[in-house]
């Protein structure tokens, strides 16, 4: 199956700092990424669309000005913490949707893949 | 307002039996629901999908069933195995104007006794 890696897998910072954090896929060109958290035993909840060269959508209650996304290219997005505070201590996934698309829905593959997640520690 | 369910945070079956997940969902604008397998500080894994205007889909150990008149479906894991140990999300997809979205479940955390 296709790879998307994310860098860094965890990271320990202190209030008030930027993280960014990276997500990449290495065998595919990925027109669509998104950005989802995952509280502890709680879902994944999606924050943000990002599609390569225009600016991302945010889900309701996601502060676009706080969680900075930028798609620059179709094998790598960013999103950027902003002035990290502890209650943005989290684990993040993002996820890359190949041009395959909802016709590979159709054809019953999965086409959003999933990297292995950023577990941010804010201190 | 959670639009996709699992009732259960937890559940525990023999090796070699059933397992059973199962999920709810709100939303019947949904068109696809998938299954992903999850370990603890990794991303999800697709398991299996269906699409909302089929019933059954059926990949080797795993079935997905999809009742859409109770908004209801499950996976079935037949043998369990040990390796299935993990949490399970039920995922329901949704087009909206060009715009594809996934909601996830709360999970299920599923434990193979050997």
């Known amino acids: 199956g296709a790879v998307v890696s994310q860098h860094p897998s965890w990271v320990i910072c202190k209030s008030g700092t930027s993280v960014k954090i990276e997500c990449r896929s290495l065998?595919?060109?990925?027109?669509?990424m998104f950005w989802y958290r995952q509280f502890p035993k709680q879902s994944l909840m999606l924050m943000a669309t990002?599609?390569?060269?225009?600016?991302?959508?945010?889900e309701q209650g996601v502060e676009k000005d706080k969680f900075l996304i930028n798609h620059a290219s179709l094998t790598l997005s960013t999103l950027t913490v902003t002035s990290a505070h502890p209650e943005d201590s989290s684990f993040y996934i993002c996820?890359?949707?190949?041009?395959?698309?909802?016709?590979?829905?159709?054809?019953?593959?999965?086409?959003?893949?999933f990297g292995p997640g950023t577990r941010l520690l804010v201190l | 307002d959670q639009q996709v369910k699992q009732n259960s945070p937890s559940l525990s079956v023999q090796e070699g039996r059933i397992s059973i997940l199962n999920c709810d969902y709100t939303?019947?604008?949904?068109?696809?629901f998938l299954w992903y397998k999850k370990y603890p500080a990794e991303g999800p894994t697709f398991l299996i999908s269906?699409?909302?205007?089929?019933d059954k889909n059926e990949d080797g150990r795993f079935t997905v069933f999809l009742n859409k008149s109770a908004k209801h479906l499950s996976l079935h894991i037949v043998p369990s195995q040990p390796g299935d140990s993990a949490v399970y999300f039920c995922a329901a997809h949704l087009s909206n104007f060009g715009n594809e979205k996934l909601t996830f479940g709360t999970g299920t955390r599923l434990t193979i006794i050997p």
């Open positions: 939303n019947s604008m949904f068109d696809y």
């Open positions: 990002s599609n390569e060269g225009s600016k991302a959508t945010y």
């Open positions: 996820s890359a949707r190949s041009l395959g698309g909802l016709r590979g829905m159709v054809l019953g593959k999965e086409t959003q893949y």
């Open positions: 065998d595919f060109q990925a027109t669509t």
């Open positions: 269906i699409s909302s205007i089929k």
